[in-house]
């Protein structure tokens, strides 16, 4: 009986945690649809991917969007499957199936703007963060992602590179389409978006990875846990001249820490050797659970 009430505990989080995960999906797929329908497209800013081949066939054939990414990411989905094998999972057809049709459903909304620099930056941020936010669902909206994965693994390309060379062809695409104006439009929009991308993975807070080099190293030790309420890790060195064993100190701060910490060392050890990192992200106690 235990067990089988221990196992049903067990199941219940990963049932939330799925859950979440289709709705990360979802809620992503709809924020990136509505900044397409509302940013991109009307100013004619072909960004990269999918939707930026729907913006340039939409005005040279006058093709629907939505039917222009079904249509690519429907055998672009079965190439993955092919080529790459069942990894993408159910996640990633919801993703490719389901950004289409927020796509359809937003596409009567009016334009938020008429100026395409402005389109380009909201635009940009816009799909950023409902791509961030499908990632955080463990998934992907398919359509280029895949391409990109395919190329890399048959041609011995790097990932970053095949996403590069398809994205680069599109916004070269809207240049000739449209003109030089709107593929450099098309270039604010994709840089934008890749950043804002970082900042829903990561965060924006920037913690600090600090290393000491000191000869005061247990009195510095001692500050920082009594200060700054952070731990401190030694880390094995070697001193390169006299070949000495010197420990370096390791710790991390958030950002509003490190005033306090730069006067603690400062005043025990005004010689002492200080680098500081930025750490981009941080798991564990005292900063935020995985």
């Not at 104006?181 to 804002?196: D, F, H, N, P, Q």
């Not at 370096?248 to 400062?266: G, H, N, S």
Request: glycine share 12%; hydrophobic share 45%.
């Amino acid at each position: 009986m235990n067990k089988k009430k221990r196992r049903s505990q067990q199941a219940a989080p990963s049932i939330l945690h799925k859950s979440m995960d289709y709705a990360y999906i979802i809620m992503g797929s709809i924020v990136v649809a509505i900044a397409f329908n509302v940013f991109l497209l009307p100013n004619e800013v072909a960004s990269g991917g999918i939707s930026g081949i729907s913006t340039i066939l939409n005005n040279v054939f006058g093709w629907r969007p939505s039917l222009v990414q079904i249509l690519f990411n429907v055998p672009l989905f079965i190439a993955g499957l092919i080529f790459l094998g069942f990894q993408f999972g159910i996640k990633t057809a919801i993703g490719s199936f389901f950004l289409p049709l927020a796509v359809y459903l937003t596409e009567g909304w009016e334009p938020w703007t008429e100026d395409p620099l402005l389109g380009a930056l909201f635009g940009g941020i816009g799909v950023g963060i409902g791509i961030g936010i499908v990632f955080r669902g463990k998934a992907s909206t398919g359509g280029t992602d895949l391409a990109a994965q395919i190329i890399h693994k048959y041609s011995g390309l790097g990932l970053g590179t095949c996403v590069a060379l398809i994205d680069g062809l599109i916004v070269l695409s809207a240049a000739v389409v449209f003109d030089i104006e709107r593929g450099l439009y098309a270039m604010i929009g994709l840089y934008v978006t890749s950043k804002t991308i970082d900042l829903v993975q990561i965060g924006f807070g920037r913690s600090k990875m600090i290393y000491i080099i000191t000869n005061r190293q247990e009195e510095i030790s001692h500050a920082i846990f009594e200060e700054v309420d952070r731990g401190v890790t030694k880390l094995s060195a070697q001193g390169g001249y006299t070949d000495h064993e010197r420990p370096i100190l390791m710790c991390v701060i958030d950002q509003t820490e490190f005033t306090k910490l730069k006067q603690a060392i400062r005043k025990i050890d005004p010689n002492a050797f200080v680098i500081v990192s930025d750490a981009s992200e941080v798991l564990g106690e005292g900063f935020k659970r995985s």
